[in-house]
């Protein structure tokens, strides 16, 4: 798969935006925002600073089909509003489980982007998951309240290393059953 290609992600409609696949476009967005400092500190991957290539080599790594997740821009553009709002992701997990993770742009922060975001991943549901779990820092009550929102169940405490912040972080857990 050449890097023109965008793996086969389905589109998937929400109100305000629409989420889609990476697009080459997204790259310049993507590292303004990733680079921000407090989006960097509430992912455990994004490294602060954002180092030259890194966008890039996420944006290549979403779009050859290879990575071990599917991951959907934010788009805000179909409504007038940003290209790219923020980013959301699914991870394969064994046994019909997936695990969702997101970070939105903080110009959009306390708009419910994400909310809508982890409602239409839900709804859409493009693994066929039984099972959807996700994570955390525990010094983020706003994305768990958007998790608990969109009907997740909070399972227990964990730790996850954080590259922006270079250590462990205690995190809490979810769960959502799909019917």
């Not at 994004?46 to 959907?72: K, Y």
């Not at 270079?166 to 995190?171: A, L, Q």
Request: one cysteine or more.
């Amino acid at each position: 798969m050449t890097l023109n290609t965008v793996p086969k992600l389905p589109e998937i409609a929400a109100d305000r935006f629409l989420l889609r696949p990476v697009r080459l476009s997204d790259a310049g967005l993507l590292a303004l925002h990733a680079g921000d400092r407090r989006v960097a500190r509430g992912t455990r991957s994004i490294p602060h600073p954002l180092p030259p290539g890194a966008t890039e080599a996420f944006v290549a790594r979403a779009m050859s089909g290879q990575a071990p997740e599917d991951v959907w821009v934010m788009d805000g553009s179909v409504q007038g509003s940003a290209e790219v709002l923020g980013v959301i992701s699914l991870t394969r997990l064994d046994r019909d489980q997936s695990q969702i993770g997101y970070w939105v742009a903080p110009a959009f922060w306390n708009t419910g982007v994400a909310t809508q975001a982890v409602r239409r991943l839900i709804e859409a549901n493009p693994h066929g998951a039984r099972t959807l779990f996700a994570e955390v820092f525990q010094d983020n009550p706003v994305s768990a309240r958007v998790l608990t929102n969109c009907g997740f169940e909070y399972l227990g405490d964990a730790e996850a290393f954080s590259v922006a912040r270079g250590s462990r972080v205690p995190t809490w857990t979810y769960l959502h059953r799909i019917a």
